[in-house]
Each structure stands twice: as structure tokens, then as C-alpha cells.
């Protein structure tokens, strides 16, 4: 069992609809989840962090973090053409950081 | 801050041949973690120091792998002896504290020939 567990994909959304990105994890121990936004042929980059229980918000982003149930996930609101990249989420505690395989995302226009 | 810095972008070796790579993290950062990624994967731990400590290497790492941080600054990571199955991007990131969020560098992508 991997992990951190993503499906890959590819999600397809409506430009301007809710893109809803899933994750499960393993370890309870795990303290930390992020969110990160990769284009192709680029490096991750940080979207959103949550440690606590409940719905974390900023600007289109919303994370949603469920330790009883191992359960993260990410929605984007008014989806854009330019959100069409590849979604890592990742766990980690004073340890190390663990990444999913990532959900590819289409917004399609 | 001045971000997250790898050195070089890209490198192309033969097979057989040693390779270096340098990263530089954000200089208040006391974590910093070594990544592989290849095509359609995640990036997949290799180790991390705390300072200049390493506190862990992955277990699917082969001993051609080594990783130092000699004064808690920059690292370097080498491979030995690389095989093609070696190809991918290595990725650096850097954070202040074990629970806090990873700055990752723009990767060196390694291509074994």
C-alpha cells in the first residue's frame, strides 16, 4: 500500500465549474498535508497547507482535511484553463514528506 | 529569499560515469530533502537532513547514492557508476521546520546515455 494514494486521472472539469482533487494516506502519525501545483516540465509548487481537522480556504482553493477517515482533498472554485496542470498531495510529520503520483487536471475552455 | 537554487539544470552522462548535483535552500531553512521524479510519478523521497545531520535515507536507494551537507548549508547529491534507469529530474526543496511546507528548486534533469 502506497503512501499516499491519488487517482491519476486525467479529471476533467468545465472551465468555471468546482475541480474536486482526492487523497488518501496511511500513516496516522502523518501531522502535515499540502497541496501542490506542477506544470509539466516544472517544478512542484506549493498551493495550500492544512494540519487540522475542517476546511482550510484561500482565495479559489479550498483544503479539506478528515484524520479520523485518512482523507484530504482539494477543490478549486471557478475552475480557469490555466488550473490544467498536475495536483501532488503529500503528507509529513517531523519526518519525512511523502507524495502522491498526482491527479492530472483538464479545465476545458 | 532568494528561493531555492540547483545547480546544474540539466545534465547528459554515459553510462558509468559519476555525477554531481549541487542545491543550494533558502538560508533560514533547516530541512532540506532530496526528490526523484519521473514521468507521470510523483516525486519519490530519497533523503533528508536536518541541518547537517542525515536523518534518513530511503531504502530503495542504492549505495551508488550518497548525499552530504557539510555545514548544514548547501548539499550535494552524487551518483556513482549511473545506469539509464537513473534518467530523471532530481528535485531539491527546503523547509524550516519538519512540519512546515517544502520550497522545492527547479531540479536538475539527468539523462543517462
Known amino acids: 500500500q502506497k503512501e499516499v494514494e491519488q487517482n491519476s486521472g486525467p479529471l476533467s472539469v468545465p472551465e468555471g465549474a468546482i475541480a474536486s482533487l482526492n487523497c488518501t494516506y496511511s500513516?496516522?502519525?502523518?501531522?502535515?498535508f499540502f497541496w501542490y501545483r506542477q506544470y509539466s516540465g516544472k517544478s512542484p509548487e506549493l498551493i495550500m497547507f492544512?494540519?487540522?481537522?475542517g476546511d482550510k480556504e484561500d482565495g479559489r482553493f479550498t483544503a479539506q482535511l478528515n484524520k479520523a477517515s485518512q482523507y484530504v482533498s482539494l477543490l478549486i472554485r471557478d475552475s480557469q484553463p490555466s488550473d490544467s496542470a498536475t495536483y501532488l498531495c503529500?503528507?509529513?510529520?517531523?519526518?519525512?514528506?511523502?507524495f502522491g503520483t498526482g491527479t492530472k487536471l483538464q479545465v476545458i475552455p | 529569499d532568494t528561493g531555492v537554487s540547483q545547480d546544474p539544470r540539466h545534465k547528459i552522462t554515459k553510462r558509468g560515469q559519476n555525477v554531481t548535483f549541487r542545491c543550494d535552500p533558502i538560508?533560514?531553512?533547516?530541512?532540506l530533502y532530496w526528490y526523484r521524479q519521473t514521468l507521470g510519478q510523483g516525486p519519490e523521497f530519497l533523503t533528508y537532513?536536518?541541518?547537517?545531520?542525515?536523518?534518513?535515507k530511503s531504502r530503495l536507494l542504492s549505495d551508488r547514492f550518497s548525499a552530504e551537507r557539510p555545514k548544514g548549508s548547501f548539499s550535494t547529491l552524487e551518483i556513482q557508476r549511473t545506469e539509464q534507469g537513473d534518467s530523471a529530474m532530481y528535485l531539491c526543496?527546503?523547509?524550516?521546520?519538519?512540519?512546515?511546507?517544502?520550497?522545492f528548486g527547479n531540479g536538475t534533469r539527468l539523462t543517462v546515455t
Open positions: 500513516d496516522r502519525g502523518s501531522q502535515s
Open positions: 492544512i494540519y487540522s481537522n
Open positions: 526543496a527546503s523547509s524550516r521546520q519538519g512540519e512546515s511546507p517544502l520550497h
Open positions: 503529500a503528507s509529513g510529520g517531523y519526518q519525512k514528506v511523502t
Open positions: 538560508s533560514e531553512h533547516n530541512r
Open positions: 537532513f536536518q541541518n547537517e545531520a542525515q536523518l534518513e
